[in-house]
């Protein structure tokens, strides 16, 4: 496999990783709306903040979202570019399996055994 292909796989292996847990999908929704303090996200949960500032560190290393320091607060901000970039990956995806489904489609609607006529 090519570098760029490895990286593009590396790449939707981490967004797949990071967007399977339905509270790390939640915190996106969160971070993409507007910029969140990981302490608030952390308020937002029945959790411990060390969970929540795991699974900001997932979404972090995945590139979904960004954090920057405020004094003592750790801001999360939702990189919008990255999840369109998730978006068309998936878009892409469901291409290539619409076409695979609609070509079996066709081969058993060729292959349906009530369309063969015997004259013999």
């Known amino acids: 496999m090519a570098e760029t ?6 790449r939707a292996d981490a967004w797949f990783h990071a967007l399977a847990d339905r509270t790390r999908r939640d915190i996106l929704r969160r ?17 411990s903040f060390a ?12 590139g979904l979202l960004t ?3 405020q ?3 750790a801001l999360a901000s939702g990189d919008v570019e990255a999840v369109r970039s998730v978006g068309a990956m ?5 291409a290539l399996w619409r076409g ?11 292959d349906d055994p009530t369309t063969h006529t015997d004259k013999d």
Do not use: P
């Open 100 to 110: 695979r489904i609609s070509r079996m489609d066709e081969l058993f609607a060729s």
């Open 67 to 69: 954090k920057r320091r």
């Open 90 to 94: 998936l878009t892409e995806l469901e």
């Open 51 to 62: 969970a929540v500032q795991k699974h900001v560190a997932v979404l972090e290393k995945a």
């Open 71 to 73: 004094g003592r607060e």
């Open 31 to 47: 971070v993409l709306a507007g910029e969140h303090s990981v302490s608030t996200l952390a308020a937002s949960y029945d959790m």
């Open 5 to 10: 292909e490895q990286g593009t796989e590396d």
